[in-house]
């Protein structure tokens, strides 16, 4: 999998999400977030619950 920049980590509040819409490898459009934990860690998840398919996201950011 390729490194994509998707911003300075700084943008992303502690206790806060950013979503971000990408192209993956086969240039399909992805949509994504990333979410800076109260603990300072940082999570990638696909937008996409793996059961239904819908949007994890119902609301932006």
């Not at 206790?15 to 934990?37: T, Y």
Request: proline share 7%; net charge negative.
């Amino acid at each position: 999998m390729a490194e994509i920049f998707l911003c300075v980590l700084d943008d992303i509040q502690m206790g806060s999400a950013k979503g971000f819409e990408i192209q993956d490898e086969e240039r399909m459009p992805r949509s994504l977030f990333v979410v800076h934990d109260t603990n300072n860690k940082y999570y990638a998840y696909r937008n996409s619950c793996p059961h239904t398919s819908s949007p994890l996201d119902w609301m932006p950011n």
